[in-house]
């Protein structure tokens, strides 16, 4: 199944706020003015020379579709200014492997251990260029992140812990959202889905995955995606592409894992309720397997009749 986007134009702030955000549902905001941006960064000389050379770590792959969980590209680092360009042209005189390869920059902080990204610390010569709407409170802002990557560039599958909004500033872009209640469709290993090749699963491994619900579209330069919270997401560069997603909070910070830094660490709650379905699986090991099945039952219809009783028909 399949549907696309909504695109909705010209909205003002109290419309996002009051109509749109309390639905929870991807849409893409067309016309909010994200500032100078738009015009200025699609010259590559401007980007290069306001952005500097601070290194930037960076994806580097031979095949435009990038596997995070097989890890088919390498991470490299290159001065951000000669990184851009690299990233613009479609064949490379210098390169690490072939003149081919594709680039994908997903900015970090200072201390990448430590710190978020934060464009205004890490860009300040391009940072006064984009405005971010005023679509959530300042204080709740969690980071904000430069994306950059070559023509053709796949981005795997995966959700956030936080609200996000990603501003398309240079080159058009293919966006697949599935909700999160197709969880069990999307064959998690963490925060990533296995399936890679979106358009063409393979139906033996992943026959669940051609049943997901997906809500595609495709981003204009100046155009947001609103994606909420655990929303999956995929992403194709059908151009060399320039963009800057900001996360914020939308829950209660004490909720939130203080120690990650990309806005992909899974809530406190969820991580304590791991350890204790870890304590509880070690108890049941002391019975033996067919008993140790049979309470396994009884535990997964408690959970699903608590949790998941919203969902069921009536
Ligand atoms: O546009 C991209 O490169 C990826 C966007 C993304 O994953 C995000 O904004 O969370
Ligand atoms: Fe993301």
């Known amino acids: 199944m399949l549907s696309l986007l909504d695109v909705v134009s010209g909205l003002d702030v109290s419309t996002f706020t009051e109509e749109i955000y309390p639905k929870r549902q991807p849409v893409i905001l067309r016309g909010v003015d994200i500032g100078q941006c738009v015009d200025k960064w699609r010259s590559v000389n401007y980007l290069t020379t306001q952005g500097g050379q601070m290194p930037v770590k960076i994806h580097v792959s031979a095949t435009p579709q990038m596997d995070f969980i097989k890890k088919n590209f390498s991470y490299k680092s290159l001065p951000f200014s000669d990184f851009v360009q690299r990233a613009s042209e479609d064949e490379h005189t210098e390169f690490f492997e072939t003149k081919t390869e594709n680039y994908y920059l997903r900015a970090l902080g200072d201390d990448p251990r430590k710190d978020k990204a934060d464009i205004h610390q890490q860009f300040p010569r391009l940072a006064d260029d ?13 980071s904000s992140v430069f994306r950059i ?23 058009r872009k293919r966006v697949i959202l599935f909700s999160p209640a197709e969880v069990d469709k999307m064959y998690l290993n963490g925060d990533k889905s ?10 033996g491994k992943f026959p669940k995955f051609l049943k997901a619900h997906r809500h595609e579209g495709i981003l204009e330069p100046g155009d947001i995606l609103f994606i909420p919270a655990l929303w999956f997401h995929n992403v194709i560069y059908k151009d060399y592409g320039v963009a800057v997603n900001v996360f914020w909070k939308h829950l209660d910070d004490s909720l939130y894992d203080h120690r990650d830094v990309y806005g992909n660490k899974d809530h406190v709650p969820y991580s304590r309720a791991q350890q204790i379905l870890d304590r509880a699986l070690k108890t049941l090991e002391e019975l033996p397997e067919e008993y140790r099945e049979f309470y396994g039952h009884r535990l997964i219809s408690r959970i699903e009749k608590k949790v998941l009783q919203k969902d069921k028909p009536p």
């Open 194 to 203: 296995e399936v890679l090749d979106i358009d063409n699963p393979d139906p």
């Open 130 to 142: 984009i405005k971010f709407p005023k679509f959530f409170p300042p204080e709740k802002l969690f």
């Open 149 to 171: 990557a070559s023509k053709g560039t796949q981005l795997w599958t995966h959700y956030d812990v936080m609200d996000n909004l990603l501003m398309q500033v240079v080159g």
